[in-house]
């Protein structure tokens, strides 16, 4: 009894030790933990003791909920996760809190305003990219289309000083059309290693796989108002910070986080996601 008392004692001392060491990994693997899954840690905390907790609820603002990152709460807001810490003035970007507020525009800029396309501080979903439903065409506009071997002409997205004029971003058919709920963008056929190019000039704002659903992901800032995102790439070409031109080569297409190869393509006006057809040329 007492050799069988003990085994198992070391067998669940064992067990626990994998599962710490599994938890330890996992943390490091995205450029921003993501803390909220923890809600019996997050239960105990004040969250008037929180940093920015004194904004919560203020324009420009946003309460960290579960299951957020710096990287998607950038994405839904139209920023850099690094401008996001930077006006945050968090010590550590890698460790974020369940509560913990965080200024999504930047200092000086009419938060009242910038604020209203996202809703400061509301709860922010992962986004289905993938397989099942998230892939299924809703409309006749979303069946595959011929694409010319030469890149279309760009046409008009909006008026004003934040216009951007886009270009398709790869050239292959179209396999899935934009749904607000269940597909926020794009999903454009192709071959392992086929060329992805950005849609007009910008800054690479993000380029990594730490947000789920998307692999390996670019996210380009063209101005205050429109982000492109990129995702499934079999490999990226451009580094965070770097400048891009339009038509300029940044990624290769892949399968990463996804169920075949294919470019997932989102245009996003203030962090919302709009559909493409909106800002793409016809072809």
Request: net charge positive; glycine share 12%.
């Amino acid at each position: 009894m007492l050799v069988s008392r003990s085994l198992g004692a070391l067998g669940s001392a064992v067990l626990a030790g994998v599962i710490l060491a599994g938890c330890s990994t996992q943390a490091n693997r995205a450029p921003v933990e993501d803390r909220g899954q923890s809600s019996s840690a997050s239960s105990t905390v004040d969250v008037k003791s929180l940093p920015g907790a004194e904004n919560a609820g203020k324009p420009g603002y946003y309460t960290i909920k579960p299951g957020d990152t710096l990287i998607r709460v950038g994405l839904e807001h139209g920023q850099s996760w690094k401008d996001i810490a930077r006006w945050s003035n968090l010590d550590n970007p890698n460790a974020i809190e369940v509560g913990q507020v965080v200024r999504v525009v930047p200092p000086g800029r009419d938060a009242s305003v910038a604020s209203t396309s996202t809703g400061s501080g509301r709860t922010v979903a992962p986004v289905v990219v993938g397989g099942g439903a998230a892939t299924t065409p809703t409309a006749p506009a979303a069946t595959a289309t011929p694409v010319p071997s030469a890149p279309p002409s760009s046409a008009p997205a909006a008026s004003g000083a934040d216009a951007v004029n886009f270009i398709w971003p790869a050239s292959g058919s179209l396999i899935a059309g934009f749904d607000e709920q269940r597909n926020k963008g794009y999903d454009i056929s192709g071959k392992a290693g086929d060329p992805v190019i950005a849609a007009a000039d910008g800054r690479v704002v993000y380029a990594g796989a730490g947000l789920r659903g998307y692999g390996n992901l670019i996210i380009l800032k063209h101005n205050n108002t429109y982000l492109t995102a990129y995702a499934h790439n079999q490999s990226l070409l451009v580094k965070e910070d770097q400048s891009v031109k339009k038509g300029q080569k940044i990624a290769e297409m892949g399968s990463t986080d996804a169920d075949r190869v294919k470019l997932h393509f989102e245009v996003r006006r203030q962090g919302k996601p709009v559909d493409p057809s909106r800002y793409l040329p016809s072809r």
